[in-house]
């Protein structure tokens, strides 16, 4: 267990979400396992952690920019906060904010959401099945707090409504941002020959886009077609961790394998039939990209609070197409807004959600697509901050 919590811990300090000895996993079976035995939280996270019954706890300090981010968002929203990013709307559905740092108040908030923000700021989040369950929890808060920072900063400055304060942080935050990458991973070349040297270059992909930082934690999917037969990720699965953890789909149902794939297996499927010149496509959540998906300069859109749903508007971000569209076959499902945006596109965004990119021979691609299209998303971004006076 003490090996299993580092290693959380480490994920963590390796995605740039927590310093070294601020991420304190907590796991109880016979026995309460600590990855951090001198952790000044333990007492608290301990007690909560039992009040809960949970199998495995997580209280993290978050490293820069999210300890200024989540500062300035507890400023403003004091109770409660409420982003409007696909992963919260479907799995946090808000980030509930405690008064006080103590077992009683992180255990009344967890009772009613996967997470809680607490003075520190710290983030708290359990696992009833075991430490990934957190970890994953925290690191979608520290994405969503991410997205709407960035966001709010952005709508703010259109409708003249920034502080001193705010844009002290705004600085602070992008002082402490990592600068954009401009290298690229030498992936497998294809085609590819049969479905073992594709699941190659899958797990090898997948590895690279959790490395480079595009998704929210390890969130995504990716696939590979061969013949009538697509290759995909399973729901719920690790992109840096996907050995076992692909299904083989065949494009005429004959097979039950989709039970366990990918969410969005309709959606690739339905970018396969609209683009007969795709074979693979790689979907991550890139920050920025999101962050301009959910940008709109209409100060009386008759669809806000359900641009995802119902956006009439053809837009661009980072030269990509931005699509509205739900998680899922639903009628507003992206199976149904995503394949004709890539009919005739590389890389396409849908709103508040992703980005999903395509190749014609391998994931270099592919991946080139997802990672520039990031990088002229975050250029656009500071862009429109300039011109608007930030």
Do not use: W
């Not at 070294?20 to 909560?48: I, M, S, T, Y």
């Not at 003249?160 to 954009?180: D, I, M, W, Y």
């Not at 739900?326 to 980005?355: D, F, K, M, N, Y």
């Not at 021979?361 to 520039?372: I, M, P």
């Amino acid at each position: 267990m003490d090996r299993i919590l580092k290693s959380f811990a480490a994920r963590l300090a390796a995605a740039g979400l927590a310093g070294p000895g601020d991420a304190l996993f907590l796991g109880q079976d016979d026995a309460v396992a600590c990855n951090e035995p001198g952790h000044p939280d333990r007492d608290v996270a301990e007690a909560a952690l039992r009040a809960l019954q949970a199998s495995a706890l997580v209280c993290v300090r978050p490293a820069e920019p999210y300890r200024t981010i989540l500062d300035f968002l507890l400023t403003r929203h004091p109770e409660i906060i409420t982003p409007g990013d696909c992963e919260t709307r479907l799995f946090l559905h808000d980030l509930p904010v405690a008064r006080d740092f103590s077992a009683e108040a992180m255990t009344g908030a967890l009772r009613r959401r996967k997470g809680v923000i607490l003075p520190g700021p710290r983030l708290a989040a359990p696992g009833s099945v075991g430490p990934e369950q957190a970890f994953v929890t925290v690191s979608s808060m520290c994405f969503a707090a991410f997205v709407l920072f960035f966001e709010e900063y952005l709508d703010d400055l259109r409708h003249g409504r920034t502080t001193p304060e705010q844009r002290e942080a705004f600085a602070r935050a992008v002082s402490h941002l990592p600068g954009a990458r401009a290298d690229r991973p030498a992936l497998a070349r294809g085609p590819f020959q049969d479905a073992a040297q594709a699941r190659r270059a899958m797990l090898e992909a997948g590895r690279a886009t959790v490395a480079f930082g595009l998704v929210d934690s390890y969130f995504g999917n990716i696939s590979c077609k061969l013949g009538g037969v697509v290759h995909i990720s399973q729901t719920g699965s690790s992109l840096d961790e996907l050995a076992g953890c692909i299904d083989a789909c065949p494009l005429d149902g004959s097979s039950c394998a989709g039970l366990t794939a990918s969410s969005e297996l309709a959606a690739h499927a339905g970018i396969y039939a609209a683009d007969p010149t795709a074979a693979c496509i790689l979907h991550g959540h890139p920050r920025f990209a999101v962050i301009l998906s959910l940008d709109c300069d209409l100060p009386d859109c008759p669809n806000r609070g359900r641009c995802h749903l119902d956006c009439p508007r053809p837009r661009r971000a980072g030269g990509a197409p931005v699509v509205p569209g739900e998680v899922g076959t639903g009628p507003r499902g992206l199976c149904h807004t995503l394949p004709p945006a890539l009919a005739s596109e590389r890389a396409a965004i849908v709103l508040g959600h992703g980005l999903f990119a395509t190749g014609r021979t391998d994931f270099n691609e592919a991946f080139a697509h997802l990672a520039d299209t990031e990088n002229a998303c975050r250029e656009e971004y500071f862009r429109r901050v300039r011109d608007l006076g930030g």
